[in-house]
Protein backbone atom coordinates (compact mmCIF):
# COMPACT_ATOMS: atom_id res chain seq x y z
CA UNK A 1 0.00 0.00 0.00
CA UNK A 2 1.11 3.83 -0.73
CA UNK A 3 2.98 5.26 2.53
CA UNK A 4 2.85 8.97 0.34
CA UNK A 5 -1.29 10.32 1.11
CA UNK A 6 -2.06 11.73 -1.97
CA UNK A 7 -3.39 15.25 -0.80
CA UNK A 8 -5.31 18.23 -2.35
CA UNK A 9 -1.44 19.57 -3.58
CA UNK A 10 -1.13 16.47 -5.08
CA UNK A 11 -4.07 16.50 -7.09
CA UNK A 12 -3.05 20.53 -8.16
CA UNK A 13 0.30 19.31 -9.13
CA UNK A 14 -0.98 16.72 -11.13
CA UNK A 15 -2.94 18.68 -12.95
CA UNK A 16 -0.22 21.29 -13.76
CA UNK A 17 2.75 19.18 -14.43
CA UNK A 18 0.45 16.71 -16.78
CA UNK A 19 -1.18 19.56 -18.50
CA UNK A 20 2.23 20.85 -19.44
CA UNK A 21 3.46 17.73 -20.95
CA UNK A 22 0.13 17.37 -23.13
CA UNK A 23 0.57 21.02 -23.98
CA UNK A 24 4.15 20.77 -24.82
CA UNK A 25 3.63 18.11 -26.98
CA UNK A 26 1.25 19.33 -28.82
CA UNK A 27 2.97 22.49 -29.80
CA UNK A 28 5.90 20.36 -30.28
CA UNK A 29 3.31 18.04 -32.97
CA UNK A 30 2.37 21.45 -34.32
CA UNK A 31 6.05 23.18 -35.12
CA UNK A 32 7.25 19.69 -36.54
CA UNK A 33 4.88 20.19 -39.39
CA UNK A 34 6.02 23.43 -39.62
CA UNK A 35 9.53 21.66 -40.45
CA UNK A 36 10.51 24.02 -37.46
CA UNK A 37 11.56 20.68 -35.74
CA UNK A 38 13.65 18.09 -37.69
CA UNK A 39 14.31 14.61 -37.65
CA UNK A 40 12.41 12.16 -34.96
CA UNK A 41 10.07 13.35 -33.03
CA UNK A 42 7.66 11.02 -30.68
CA UNK A 43 5.23 12.38 -28.43
CA UNK A 44 3.51 11.68 -25.27
CA UNK A 45 0.24 12.33 -25.47
CA UNK A 46 -2.33 10.41 -23.77
CA UNK A 47 0.59 8.87 -21.36
CA UNK A 48 0.95 11.53 -19.18
CA UNK A 49 -0.17 9.86 -15.64
CA UNK A 50 2.66 7.01 -15.90
CA UNK A 51 5.32 9.74 -15.28
CA UNK A 52 3.19 12.42 -13.47
CA UNK A 53 2.37 9.30 -10.82
CA UNK A 54 5.61 8.43 -10.45
CA UNK A 55 7.05 12.56 -9.57
CA UNK A 56 4.73 12.24 -6.55
CA UNK A 57 6.35 9.22 -5.13
CA UNK A 58 9.70 9.78 -5.84
CA UNK A 59 12.48 12.59 -4.26
CA UNK A 60 14.67 14.81 -6.74
CA UNK A 61 17.99 12.67 -5.96
CA UNK A 62 16.68 9.68 -7.89
CA UNK A 63 17.31 9.36 -11.12
CA UNK A 64 15.02 8.33 -14.58
CA UNK A 65 15.65 6.78 -17.73
CA UNK A 66 14.00 5.91 -20.48
CA UNK A 67 13.72 5.34 -24.30
CA UNK A 68 12.94 7.94 -26.93
CA UNK A 69 10.04 9.47 -25.97
CA UNK A 70 11.36 11.71 -23.53
CA UNK A 71 10.11 14.82 -23.63
CA UNK A 72 7.55 14.44 -20.72
CA UNK A 73 9.86 12.61 -18.65
CA UNK A 74 12.30 15.44 -18.97
CA UNK A 75 9.70 18.14 -17.69
CA UNK A 76 8.66 16.10 -14.83
CA UNK A 77 11.83 15.78 -13.72
CA UNK A 78 12.22 20.06 -14.05
CA UNK A 79 14.22 20.11 -16.88
CA UNK A 80 13.00 23.21 -18.00
CA UNK A 81 10.53 24.10 -21.33
CA UNK A 82 12.86 26.20 -22.65
CA UNK A 83 15.80 23.83 -22.99
CA UNK A 84 13.31 21.12 -23.89
CA UNK A 85 12.25 23.27 -26.90
CA UNK A 86 15.68 24.26 -27.74
CA UNK A 87 16.85 21.02 -27.96
CA UNK A 88 14.31 20.23 -30.23
CA UNK A 89 15.04 22.56 -32.57
CA UNK A 90 18.67 21.17 -32.35
CA UNK A 91 20.20 24.66 -30.63
CA UNK A 92 22.75 25.16 -28.45
CA UNK A 93 20.78 26.30 -25.39
CA UNK A 94 19.21 22.69 -25.69
CA UNK A 95 19.38 20.24 -22.59
CA UNK A 96 21.63 18.24 -24.87
CA UNK A 97 23.73 21.40 -26.14
CA UNK A 98 21.22 20.53 -29.53
CA UNK A 99 23.43 17.50 -30.27
CA UNK A 100 20.48 15.09 -29.31
CA UNK A 101 17.12 16.37 -30.28
CA UNK A 102 13.84 14.90 -29.70
CA UNK A 103 14.95 11.43 -28.74
CA UNK A 104 18.35 12.67 -26.59
CA UNK A 105 17.29 14.80 -23.95
CA UNK A 106 19.55 14.69 -20.78
CA UNK A 107 20.04 16.51 -17.92
CA UNK A 108 22.82 15.66 -14.67
CA UNK A 109 21.57 18.51 -12.87
CA UNK A 110 18.19 16.91 -12.24
CA UNK A 111 19.29 13.07 -12.29
CA UNK A 112 17.28 12.99 -15.67
CA UNK A 113 19.91 10.11 -17.18
CA UNK A 114 18.55 10.43 -20.87
CA UNK A 115 15.94 9.19 -23.85
CA UNK A 116 17.59 6.41 -25.13
CA UNK A 117 17.30 5.97 -29.24
CA UNK A 118 18.43 1.92 -29.08
CA UNK A 119 15.29 0.06 -28.56
CA UNK A 120 16.14 -1.71 -24.76
CA UNK A 121 19.34 0.42 -24.74
CA UNK A 122 18.25 1.92 -21.67
CA UNK A 123 17.39 -1.28 -19.40
CA UNK A 124 20.67 -2.06 -18.58
CA UNK A 125 21.93 1.27 -17.97
CA UNK A 126 19.41 1.87 -15.21
CA UNK A 127 20.05 -1.07 -13.74
CA UNK A 128 24.06 0.02 -13.95
CA UNK A 129 22.61 3.08 -12.14
CA UNK A 130 21.05 1.36 -9.48
CA UNK A 131 24.23 -0.70 -8.81
CA UNK A 132 26.31 2.99 -8.42
CA UNK A 133 23.55 4.30 -6.25
CA UNK A 134 23.86 0.46 -3.81
CA UNK A 135 27.85 0.26 -4.27
CA UNK A 136 27.70 3.91 -3.07
CA UNK A 137 25.78 3.52 -0.16
CA UNK A 138 22.74 6.28 -1.52
CA UNK A 139 19.41 5.93 -0.74
CA UNK A 140 18.47 6.59 -4.40
CA UNK A 141 16.01 4.38 -6.64
CA UNK A 142 16.31 4.61 -10.48
CA UNK A 143 13.20 4.46 -12.31
CA UNK A 144 13.93 2.64 -16.05
CA UNK A 145 11.22 3.28 -18.75
CA UNK A 146 10.56 1.21 -21.67
CA UNK A 147 8.15 0.47 -24.40
CA UNK A 148 6.13 -2.76 -24.87
CA UNK A 149 8.46 -3.45 -28.00
CA UNK A 150 11.89 -3.66 -25.66
CA UNK A 151 10.72 -6.43 -23.57
CA UNK A 152 11.34 -8.55 -26.42
CA UNK A 153 15.35 -7.34 -26.43
CA UNK A 154 17.80 -10.08 -24.73
CA UNK A 155 19.15 -7.19 -22.47
CA UNK A 156 15.74 -7.11 -20.65
CA UNK A 157 15.82 -10.59 -19.37
CA UNK A 158 19.81 -10.60 -18.59
CA UNK A 159 19.02 -7.34 -16.43
CA UNK A 160 16.13 -8.71 -14.95
CA UNK A 161 17.90 -11.59 -13.44
CA UNK A 162 21.34 -9.28 -12.28
CA UNK A 163 18.77 -6.85 -11.07
CA UNK A 164 17.35 -9.23 -9.13
CA UNK A 165 20.55 -11.29 -8.05
CA UNK A 166 22.16 -8.02 -6.67
CA UNK A 167 18.76 -6.61 -5.10
CA UNK A 168 19.45 -3.47 -7.13
CA UNK A 169 17.21 -0.16 -6.29
CA UNK A 170 15.56 0.10 -9.65
CA UNK A 171 12.24 -0.13 -10.84
CA UNK A 172 11.51 -1.07 -14.21
CA UNK A 173 8.38 0.55 -15.70
CA UNK A 174 7.00 -0.99 -18.94
CA UNK A 175 4.84 1.39 -20.62
CA UNK A 176 2.84 -0.37 -22.28
CA UNK A 177 0.57 1.57 -24.91
CA UNK A 178 -0.65 -1.05 -26.77
CA UNK A 179 1.90 -0.60 -30.00
CA UNK A 180 5.76 -1.58 -30.83
CA UNK A 181 5.44 1.05 -33.62
CA UNK A 182 2.76 -0.18 -35.13
CA UNK A 183 2.75 -3.75 -34.44
CA UNK A 184 0.08 -4.59 -31.56
CA UNK A 185 0.75 -6.38 -28.29
CA UNK A 186 -1.30 -9.02 -30.12
CA UNK A 187 0.42 -9.81 -32.73
CA UNK A 188 4.07 -9.84 -31.04
CA UNK A 189 3.23 -12.64 -28.16
CA UNK A 190 1.18 -15.46 -27.32
CA UNK A 191 1.35 -14.16 -23.48
CA UNK A 192 -0.03 -10.63 -23.64
CA UNK A 193 0.08 -10.21 -19.81
CA UNK A 194 3.82 -8.46 -19.54
CA UNK A 195 4.25 -7.88 -16.16
CA UNK A 196 3.97 -11.87 -15.68
CA UNK A 197 7.78 -11.94 -17.58
CA UNK A 198 8.94 -10.42 -14.18
CA UNK A 199 7.52 -13.39 -12.65
CA UNK A 200 10.26 -15.96 -13.96
CA UNK A 201 13.09 -14.11 -11.73
CA UNK A 202 10.59 -14.42 -8.75
CA UNK A 203 10.70 -10.04 -9.39
CA UNK A 204 7.66 -8.45 -7.60
CA UNK A 205 5.76 -7.61 -10.26
CA UNK A 206 1.90 -6.37 -11.52
CA UNK A 207 -0.41 -4.67 -13.91
CA UNK A 208 -1.05 -1.15 -13.17
CA UNK A 209 -3.91 1.10 -14.86
CA UNK A 210 -1.80 3.75 -16.79
CA UNK A 211 -4.63 5.83 -17.76
CA UNK A 212 -5.01 6.48 -13.19
CA UNK A 213 -2.88 8.64 -12.11
CA UNK A 214 -3.90 7.56 -8.49
CA UNK A 215 -3.51 3.32 -9.34
CA UNK A 216 0.24 4.40 -10.85
CA UNK A 217 1.29 6.83 -7.69
CA UNK A 218 0.28 3.37 -5.57
CA UNK A 219 2.27 1.12 -7.55
CA UNK A 220 5.56 3.15 -7.76
CA UNK A 221 5.27 4.23 -3.86
CA UNK A 222 5.19 0.25 -2.87
CA UNK A 223 8.19 -0.65 -5.54
CA UNK A 224 9.71 2.48 -4.12
CA UNK A 225 9.23 1.68 -0.88
CA UNK A 226 10.62 -1.90 -1.45
CA UNK A 227 13.89 -0.84 -2.99
CA UNK A 228 14.88 1.49 -0.43
CA UNK A 229 14.44 -0.95 2.00
CA UNK A 230 17.19 -3.01 0.26
CA UNK A 231 14.64 -5.49 -1.16
CA UNK A 232 15.31 -5.18 -4.73
CA UNK A 233 13.69 -4.30 -7.80
CA UNK A 234 10.01 -4.25 -9.11
CA UNK A 235 8.52 -4.81 -12.44
CA UNK A 236 5.05 -3.15 -13.72
CA UNK A 237 3.53 -3.19 -16.59
CA UNK A 238 1.77 0.13 -16.64
CA UNK A 239 -0.99 -0.14 -19.49
CA UNK A 240 -1.33 3.36 -21.21
CA UNK A 241 -2.24 4.85 -24.96
CA UNK A 242 -0.74 7.23 -27.19
CA UNK A 243 -3.51 9.24 -28.94
CA UNK A 244 -0.95 9.93 -31.48
CA UNK A 245 1.20 7.91 -34.08
CA UNK A 246 4.33 6.22 -33.05
CA UNK A 247 6.22 8.93 -34.19
CA UNK A 248 5.21 12.45 -36.63
CA UNK A 249 5.83 10.11 -39.73
CA UNK A 250 3.22 7.64 -37.96
CA UNK A 251 -0.36 7.90 -40.03
CA UNK A 252 -1.72 5.43 -37.16
CA UNK A 253 -3.98 3.50 -39.38
CA UNK A 254 -3.31 -0.21 -37.93
CA UNK A 255 -5.96 0.90 -35.13
CA UNK A 256 -9.65 2.09 -35.69
CA UNK A 257 -11.26 5.47 -34.71
CA UNK A 258 -13.31 3.73 -32.25
CA UNK A 259 -10.52 2.26 -30.05
CA UNK A 260 -9.11 5.79 -29.52
CA UNK A 261 -11.57 7.46 -28.78
CA UNK A 262 -12.50 4.82 -26.10
CA UNK A 263 -9.23 5.32 -24.28
CA UNK A 264 -9.82 9.18 -24.94
CA UNK A 265 -12.66 9.07 -22.70
CA UNK A 266 -10.33 7.66 -20.29
CA UNK A 267 -8.33 10.79 -20.58
CA UNK A 268 -6.24 11.25 -17.31
CA UNK A 269 -6.16 14.70 -17.48
CA UNK A 270 -10.16 14.88 -17.71
CA UNK A 271 -9.87 12.26 -14.99
CA UNK A 272 -7.83 14.52 -12.55
CA UNK A 273 -9.60 17.74 -12.93
CA UNK A 274 -12.99 15.98 -12.62
CA UNK A 275 -11.59 14.50 -8.94
CA UNK A 276 -10.57 18.54 -8.32
CA UNK A 277 -13.76 19.67 -8.71
CA UNK A 278 -15.61 16.90 -7.20
CA UNK A 279 -13.71 17.60 -3.71
CA UNK A 280 -14.00 21.53 -4.04
CA UNK A 281 -10.07 21.52 -4.25
CA UNK A 282 -10.14 24.65 -6.76
CA UNK A 283 -12.74 26.99 -8.75
CA UNK A 284 -12.86 27.76 -12.25
CA UNK A 285 -10.59 31.15 -12.08
CA UNK A 286 -7.63 28.19 -10.68
CA UNK A 287 -8.31 25.99 -13.80
CA UNK A 288 -8.34 28.89 -16.20
CA UNK A 289 -4.98 30.51 -14.05
CA UNK A 290 -2.98 27.18 -14.68
CA UNK A 291 -3.86 26.94 -18.30
CA UNK A 292 -2.55 30.38 -18.81
CA UNK A 293 0.23 29.78 -17.34
CA UNK A 294 0.91 26.58 -19.01
CA UNK A 295 -0.04 28.33 -22.04
CA UNK A 296 2.74 31.42 -21.72
CA UNK A 297 5.60 28.89 -20.46
CA UNK A 298 5.37 26.82 -23.66
CA UNK A 299 5.00 30.24 -25.63
CA UNK A 300 7.64 31.35 -23.99
CA UNK A 301 9.63 28.13 -24.63
CA UNK A 302 9.14 28.11 -28.85
CA UNK A 303 10.50 32.18 -28.03
CA UNK A 304 13.10 31.19 -26.45
CA UNK A 305 14.18 28.13 -28.74
CA UNK A 306 13.66 30.00 -32.17
CA UNK A 307 15.90 33.00 -31.01
CA UNK A 308 18.64 30.44 -29.37
CA UNK A 309 21.88 29.75 -31.79
CA UNK A 310 22.66 26.65 -33.18
CA UNK A 311 25.92 24.90 -31.94
CA UNK A 312 28.88 25.98 -33.33
CA UNK A 313 31.20 23.78 -35.79
CA UNK A 314 33.38 23.02 -33.08
CA UNK A 315 31.08 21.53 -30.71
CA UNK A 316 31.18 18.27 -32.96
CA UNK A 317 34.52 17.46 -31.30
CA UNK A 318 33.10 18.42 -27.61
CA UNK A 319 31.79 15.68 -25.12
CA UNK A 320 32.64 12.80 -27.20
CA UNK A 321 34.52 11.57 -24.08
CA UNK A 322 34.14 12.94 -20.79
CA UNK A 323 38.16 12.88 -20.07
CA UNK A 324 39.71 15.42 -22.22
CA UNK A 325 43.05 13.68 -22.27
CA UNK A 326 41.58 10.38 -22.69
CA UNK A 327 44.35 7.88 -23.40
CA UNK A 328 43.22 5.86 -26.04
CA UNK A 329 42.55 8.23 -28.51
CA UNK A 330 44.79 8.03 -31.84
CA UNK A 331 45.25 10.99 -34.12
Not at 41 to 58: D, F, K, N, P, R
Not at 260 to 281: C, F, M
Not at 318 to 328: C, E, H, L, T, W
Request: with cysteine; charged share 25%.
Amino acid sequence: MSSTPITKETYLEWYKSMLLMRKFEEKAGQLYGQQKIRGFCHLYIGQEAVVAGTMSVIKPEDSLITAYRDHAHALAKGVSADACMAELYGKATGCSKGKGGSMHFFSKEHKFMGGHGIVGGQIPLGAGIAFAEKYLGKDHVNVCYMGDGAVRQGAFNETLNMAMLWKLPVIFVCENNGYAMGTSVQRTTNMQDIYKMGLGFDMPSAPVDGMDVVAVHNAMDEAVQRARAGEGPTFLEIRTYRYKGHSMSDPAKYRTKEELEEYKERDPIIGVKHAIIENKYADDAWFASVEADVKKVVEDSVKFAEESPYPTADEIYKDVYVQKDYPFILD
